[in-house]
């Protein structure tokens, strides 16, 4: 069963809490907590409900009565009743009642001409679509959406961040309730699929496709994640489709798969197919209507005569008792009883609203005793659907005018203000207490739920006041701290000289015993001085490379089995090397479908279900918390502010700590999630050394970089911050602008106004991990590939530079090996580290130098640098195409 | 006043409501409560502990409030005994930087939220810092309240009682300082601040010595304040009483009641310096020396203190037998600490005069000078002007002083242990606090406490502790201080579990008054509280 709430007009009314007898009396209005938190927790309660067969309190224990009296003006009055002048109770309610509405959603692929074709997807009820959508390119894999390209965006689309677009569906015709949308495709394009979720903006729901995305195909060889929509798989096979109920994340959305499609479907161009398809849906429509209440006193008898009318549909039968000594307690009047009226547990009257004599909606009259106090109902709709007052009974009182109060001012409402219902509620449950003891359940969930909601605020005020709090103390107030014991080793910097391998690539999985061919290269890498390696992701996963990890418990993957991994680490140990393991943190596929057939619910040891992913992805239907970092689409997000998450991720790490060996973490998309959790979980797991993978875009003008990159490289340090410095980060600001520093001949990007480093290495050097390659900005993938034939120059800037510098594996297994072993055993050799003081002597368009600790000297580009020859005996150590470093014999 | 209604005892998280009923018309300030010991009208006569009860209890310092404002009850001396933590009430304070000094209000929003988490955590209210340097920054007499003011008006909104703090000093993190044009004359006129012996200025605060010298552009600091005071009070009359029911006085650099004596060394290894080199304070030892017929003695302060950062016993002032235990030691400190107690009496009586009758409580702050309190001398007491010849009790004279203004006394570090404090600063907290509240006790000063700015381990549990105490009862406590840190998951969780300690604590007398079936919602007055129930199928 199912309450509704409804919302007065007077909800903020001064006199909300009316006195009777001329004392103050405790009326609390207003609702449940649910209602005012978050609309989600209503329904999940609402579901309780409905499941189990008491009643919660959201039906019966939470009623209040409100108290309202004719003297409001403010409010829409119906006068009901020739006689106003006995009139003592007159007030409109709107209630607002929700029917389900069932329709179609249909979604039709057409061909206009060769290579021009046509999607349209239309929608048969009233509402505010919005058509989001992605596509995939030709050659994507994994399920993330891209922007499509410009043209085929049409006109009122809006670019919903990197990912999808929104395009609102119009009315096909006034009056119609047909709505639609049409997107041209151009087959000349390489798009390989449209993915689309509908969403209604009025409800908020979203509605997909088999609980995934609906992707419609424009090539053959799209993989086929049951999706699909008009494929010739999926075509054909639609009675599969029946057991598809999308449940989401918003009440009253169901698209029920039982659809019929089909219409004559041609062979064309790439293979595609024209196509129709339809799939029932149904929505919870809310219907307007209102309830109006007038209570006189019959001048003849001095009785209260209420009078109720409705313009709701069907039956309707009213629930009701009286109040009594200033009592807001429910009691049986005397008889006689109004027509049709039942007793109800000896608690409650029920009446039944009679149709009216014009047909248009339904009324009763009760007439009641002159000593009554009030009369308290609410309204049944049928076995499953009850009306009340915003969470409160109706309530009208009987009082006099001679006994009404002389009405306040707004006083009152000025002091309840904004956190009134709050507090209301606090109130409310703390009367709760007291007279439900009994119900000790109910109250425990209004507890939680106000728990929850202190948490929230806590946790925005907190992440407010860390972003307005200017987070960044200039490098010497950052590194005063902990520069003084310099060999202290922290999470966040390891000993301060490690020098980082990356050690692997994309392509690493393939062989399935790269674990093994790692080990054979151990003494290579440690002779070359690297003091660190990083594994690839070590757990089973869902995609090859290890970063759709699945069950975190289990290390066989395609780089080779738990013992080849253990063995590794400790073959690693032996030559003096330290081994990250490459920890995905962020996301982890599911093993199960929840009952809406969306995959969110989890195995393995670490069995977690929806309330562990995220709530506001809707493509994964997470119970969890909103998300306190960006989304990663492709995958369920965990949702860390979980505190049961929490605990077996660190539980999770300490045994990788102990049962592999693992010395540290490379973090994986840690802008995934906040900052703090990162350092909880360093506390728990004390890394030798940890470094985040914080990527985000730089800022560009008008496709041209931006000289001042202060903003990127503060999201950067902002993060590092909120681990309270116990891991470090990718310096991707330093990678970026040595991108356009080499590409474009521009080297005096290479100096912040201050004259320091642009990067985030400029910054807060003993917390940038700089790098110029990884496995996804280059190896096979070439997401961001850093300018070819220039590597040396950026091994020769990050290899001399402070902060911890990476080498990539595909560099050092290449025709730059030996000069980036020079690089190293320099860097070693002249005991440079991360917080090593750079002192940059020239930054011009060609040329940029700096020399670093006063021992070697640096300068990258073309144009020409020589080391002041002063008291300094300055040597050449490397020399290289465009670059040149010296040190100091 | 307010009512409390208390939840049932037997689930662990408890939820206060406070309820404002203006209706109901009657004034405890007519009637004399004094012997209920806990302050706690009930309005049932049955004492049978079937009966629930809602009660209605006022603190001492709200009946003090109105004794004050009647002009004829006797100042309400604490309760002794029976002490529960019922009638402790909890503060938390603003940002220092809640208010820029243009006058906006920074981190609206996180407050916002904070205040509305606060609240329904049960805090009873929140102090807000009032800067003298924001407010009337830009010309003597020129007052800006609005960004206070909008804060005031959003801690009404959400419900919560407002503490506010006049500050007349300065902050160094955020960076706040005195008013431009007061620093301006500092620059102009030499010997406003106070100053050490190597002619290194305090900036943050004005000396003790031109509290009643016309240095401010022909006002004294004290005619100053307490323009302050008044402006402060019409500014804020709307909220005077109802939403703000206390005042915090400064009453030295941050706010404290001491010498600046660390100047603004984060270095607390040694026992601090005097300050008493400044134009004024040298020319009223001078008057002093010559009056007590020393004149000699008036040239200047000890020589044979030690710096900042030497130990204390480095040098012979201190030690035992030490210049400080001599005639002329005991000339000098009396002399230092007069200065500081009569500075004191100035500032509350300032305050006093000024929020007479509006129903609010005044408070002083007090340090916690706990360094080196091992040792004889005390230095740290010394340094900062907490002397008493003869070996009396150092804090007697302040304690008289907030008693004759009817003042409460704020006294920090209510969350340092013993066993934290490093053992060679040879400091005790816990003793040192005993004894000011002892002194407290003594002359009748109702005390409340405040956490010391860092977080300390144990922190938490040592305020507990120091709440319970049942031989001076202290009702109120204040917790600095809201901002990231306060709200990071961390630290949020410790501070839940703190108020709700406190709360589970109020009710253990009440756990036993429900366990019976007969409970029931009693009414008060005419009014209802009655809850309305309905089983439906």
Known sequence: MSTVPIEPLLHHSPLRRTSLNGARTFLPSSLNLRCHFTSKKLHSIGRGIASGNSLGFLSSERRRSIAIRASSSDTAVVETTSQSDDVIFNENFPVQRIDKAEGKIYVRLKKVKENDWELSVGCSLPGKWILHWGVSYVGDTGSEWDQPPEDMRPPGSLAIKDYAIETPLEKLSEGDSFHEVTINLNLESSVAALNFVLKDEETGAWYQHKGRDFKVPLLDDVPDDGNLIGSKKGFGALGKLSNIVVKPDEPGADVQEKGKSSSGSTKEGKGLEEFYEEMPISKHVAGDNSVSVTARKCPETSKNIVSIETDLPGDVTVHWGVCKNGNKKWEIPAEPHPEETSLFKNKALRTRLQRKDDGNGLSGLFSLDEELEGLCFVLKLNENTWLNNRGEDFYVPFLTSAALPTPKTNQEVSDSGFTAEIITEIRNLAIDISSHKNQKTNVKEVQENILQEIEKLAAEAYSIFRSTTPAFTPESDLESEDEKPEIKISSGTGSGFEILCQGFNWESHKSGRWYQELQEKADELASLGFTVLWLPPPTESVSPEGYMPKDLYNLNSRYGTIDELKETVKRFHKVGIKVLGDAVLNHRCAHFKNSNGVWNLFGGRLNWDDRAVVADDPHFQGRGNKSSGDNFHAAPNIDHSQDFVRKDIKEWLCWMREEVGYDGWRLDFVRGFWGGYVKDYMDASKPYFAVGEYWDSLSYTYGEMDYNQDAHRQRIVDWINATSGAAGAFDVTTKGILHAALQKCEYWRLSDPKGKPPGVVGWWPSRAVTFIENHDTGSTQGHWRFPGGKEMQGYAYILTHPGTPAVFFDHIYSDYRSEIASLLSLRNRQKLHCRSEVNIVKSERDVYAAIIDEKVAMKIGPGHYEPPSGSQNWSVAVEGRDYKVWETS | ?537
């Open chain 2, 1 to 537: 006043m307010e009512v409390s209604v208390i939840g049932n005892p037997q689930t662990k998280k408890i939820y206060r409501a406070e309820l404002t009923y203006r209706e109901l018309g009657f004034r405890f300030g007519s009637q004399v409560i004094s012997g209920d010991s806990r302050n706690r009208v009930s309005f049932l006569t049955h004492q049978s502990s079937k009966w629930k009860e809602i009660k209605i209890r006022s603190s001492p310092r709200s009946v003090r409030c109105e004794a004050i404002v009647s002009d004829q009850a006797p100042f309400l001396k604490p309760t002794p005994n029976s002490r529960s933590l019922e009638s402790v009430k909890l503060f938390v304070g603003l940002p220092l930087d809640t208010v820029s000094d243009c006058n906006n209000v920074n981190h609206l929003k996180a407050i916002t939220a904070g205040l509305k988490a606060l609240k329904l955590l049960g805090v009873e209210g929140i102090e807000l810092p009032i800067f003298w340097g924001v407010v009337e920054k830009e010309a003597p007499g020129k007052y800006e309240w609005s960004g206070y003011l909008a804060v005031a008006e959003i801690v009404k909104k959400v419900g919560l009682k407002l503490h506010a703090s006049l500050s007349f000093h300065g902050s160094k993190h955020p960076e706040i300082s005195l008013p431009d044009w007061v620093a301006k004359i500092g620059e102009a006129e030499q010997g406003i601040y106070f100053t050490d012996r190597y002619g290194k200025q305090y900036k943050d605060c004005l000396s003790f010595a031109v509290d009643d010298v016309p240095v401010l552009d022909g006002k004294t600091p004290m005619e100053v304040y307490r323009g302050f005071c008044e402006s402060f009070k019409s500014a804020f009359s709307d909220y005077l009483g109802n939403t703000i029911t206390g005042i915090t006085l400064g009453l030295g650099p941050d706010g404290e009641l001491r010498y600046p004596s660390h100047q603004h060394e984060t270095n607390l290894s040694g026992a601090g310096e005097f300050q008493c080199y400044d134009k004024h304070m040298l020319s009223a030892l001078k008057h002093y020396a010559e009056s007590t017929g020393n004149p000699l003695w008036g040239l200047g302060g000890p020589h044979d203190a030690p710096a900042y950062d030497q130990q204390p016993c480095s040098t012979s002032f201190f030690s035992d037998g030490g210049s400080w235990e001599s005639q002329y030691g005991d000339f000098f400190l009396t002399w230092y600490s007069s200065l500081l107690t009569s500075h004191a009496d100035r500032v509350l009586s300032v305050a006093s005069s000024a929020f007479k009758g509006t129903g609010v409580s005044l408070c002083g702050k007090l340090p916690l000078l706990h360094q080196w309190n091992k040792l004889r001398s005390q230095p740290s007491e010394l340094t900062a002007g907490f002397y008493s010849s003869g070996g009396h009790d150092r804090y007697e004279a302040i304690a008289e002083i907030f008693a004759k203004n009817s003042c409460r006394m704020i006294i920090l570090g209510m969350d340092l242990s013993d066993e934290h404090q490093s053992p060679a600063s040879l400091s005790s907290p816990e003793s040192l606090l005993a004894h000011i509240k002892t002194s407290c006790k003594r002359q009748g000063v109702v005390v409340s406490g405040q956490n010391s700015a860092a977080s300390v381990p144990g922190g938490f549990e040592r305020i507990v502790e120091n709440l319970k105490d049942e031989s001076v009862g202290v009702d109120l406590f204040t917790y600095q201080r809201m901002g990231a840190v306060f709200f990071s998951p961390e630290h949020f969780h410790a501070f839940t579990v703190f108020v709700r300690n406190m709360n589970q604590f109020k009710l253990s007398s009440y756990d036993q008054a429900v366990e019976g079936d007969k409970a029931k919602t009693m009414s008060i007055g005419s009014g209802t509280t009655g809850a309305a129930s309905l089983q439906t199928a």
